[in-house]
């Protein structure tokens, strides 16, 4: 079932909608489910990301620091229901103001602020054990940082802008794309 909706966050059981939320009077860039598959977070031109509860059908956390557009967003794979169970859940926001927020999902505050790209950051990825996070932006820099710390601990100048970021299961290598049709796989051990 297709319907047009704008700005609303719909949820279908078979085939009618049974939960609609308001998500955003602007563009919505990107939504994720956590681990467990009972929060999902949205993001979108608005500057803000949001936590949406499914067991509650609401809106649990309207994060808003950034001063642009967020472009994406990612959670940790931290928390119940992941291999690092006694790590907490964390959701990453990444926009156009060339800043990574790091937020706490039980509490919806903002834990750091990652400072480190020039332009806008358009892929973010947490490590299989959620200790390090990678980014790749526009400023052709793809950036690892230690989640616990807040620091760079690794930066590759790259051939353009990075559209995406990845890591393989074992954490030990990390995948980009650029702008220039280049896929760079490089090797990642601490």
């Known amino acids: 079932m297709y319907q047009k909706l704008v700005g609303k966050l719909i949820y279908l059981s078979h085939t009618r909608p049974d939960i609609a939320f308001a998500v955003s009077v602007n563009e919505v860039n990107a939504i994720k489910w956590d681990p467990t598959g009972s929060l999902l977070a949205s993001c979108s031109d608005d500057y803000s990301a ?3 509860s499914m067991k509650q059908d609401s809106c649990v ?4 620091d950034h001063t642009r557009e967020i472009y994406t967003i990612r959670w940790s794979p931290t928390g119940l229901g ?3 169970p006694n790590q907490r859940l964390v959701l990453a926001s990444a926009s156009f103001d ?3 927020k790091l937020w ?9 602020t990652l400072y480190g790209h020039s332009e806008a950051v358009y892929s973010v990825a947490f490590s299989p054990n959620g200790e390090y996070l990678v980014s790749g ?3 052709k820099c793809l950036n690892v940082w230690s989640v616990k710390e807040g620091k760079i601990v690794k930066t590759y100048n790259g051939y353009g802008g990075i559209f995406e970021v990845g890591w393989n299961k074992d954490g030990d290598k990390l995948a980009a794309c650029f702008v220039n049709k280049v896929v760079t796989v490089l090797d990642f051990r601490m």
């Open 98 to 100: 060339a800043t990574i």
């Open 82 to 84: 992941t291999n690092n």
């Open 137 to 139: 932006s526009l400023d």
């Open 104 to 112: 706490d999902v039980e509490t919806g505050r903002l834990l750091q």
């Open 50 to 52: 949001k936590i949406w």
């Open 61 to 64: 956390y309207d994060l808003r």
